[in-house]
């Protein structure tokens, strides 16, 4: 069973428009972490925003917010404002307790989603 | 003032040869990884080295091993290429290992196996 799911293979915003990349998860660990990081066509990958499972509120960086439902194992990504720089593949990544339920305690990827800011 | 660095950026080579791939990091971290993107840009953990000492090693060909020489340092040397190992190879470190604290990655190696 995949332990993150991104249902949109791509997305396309309007610049300075708010997009919403999606992110489910699948654990039964009650102490995770959950990541966004970003790939442009350069291929670098930039972490973006992080969010612990314990964590009462949900995250912020900038223009970057993550939506935890943790209810509903989702972690959302939100930008808002989109900038045409913003296009680029969008990684959504869990990291589960080290030795919990025989986790290694290494970075589960999403497939990605990849978002195009039209001008 | 790159924290995580890899070289080379690209390498083209034929099936068969060895080769290697270089990482340093310094941002004084424990823990340090190679990660594989295939052509489909999922992304895949191979090794991961925590204070030089190997922690995990998933479902890889023997072909390739790691190699860490100190806690900033991380390579990855891989025998006989196949034509399945063209991919962006990926090194990144993390502050520690037992916690979930954030990775931070180098460029990429592109490999292209002909």
């Known amino acids: 069973a995949q332990k993150i799911t991104q249902t949109q293979p791509g997305m396309f915003v309007q610049e300075k428009e708010a997009v919403t990349l999606d992110c489910t998860y699948d654990?039964?660990?009650?102490?995770?972490?959950l990541f966004w990081y970003k790939q442009p066509s350069s291929g670098e990958m930039i972490f973006l925003i992080y969010?612990?499972?314990?964590?009462?509120q949900n995250a912020t960086e900038g223009r970057y917010s993550l939506n935890f439902q943790k209810a509903r194992k989702s972690a959302n990504l939100v930008i808002s404002a989109s900038q045409l720089g913003d296009s680029a593949m969008y990684f959504c990544a869990m990291r589960e307790e080290l030795n919990y339920g025989g986790s290694q305690g290494n970075l589960i990827f999403g497939k990605g989603t990849k978002l195009s800011v039209k001008p | 003032d790159t924290a995580v660095s890899q070289t080379p950026k690209y390498l083209v080579t034929q099936m068969g040869n060895d080769k290697s791939i270089k990482c340093e990091q310094n941002?004084?971290?424990?823990?340090m990884y190679w990660y594989k993107q295939d052509s489909k840009k999922f992304l895949k953990i191979m090794f991961s080295y925590n204070n030089k000492e190997l922690i995990i090693n998933e479902t890889v060909p023997n072909r390739f091993s790691p190699k860490s020489p100190d806690k900033a340092h991380l390579n990855l040397h891989i025998n006989s290429l196949e034509l399945g190992d063209s991919a962006v190879y990926f090194c990144a470190s993390s502050q520690v290992w037992d916690h979930a604290y954030e990775q931070y990655f180098g460029p990429g190696t592109r490999l292209t196996v002909t």
């Open positions: 969010q612990g499972s314990y964590d009462q």
């Open positions: 654990t039964s660990d009650p102490s995770y972490g």
């Open positions: 941002l004084g971290h424990d823990t």
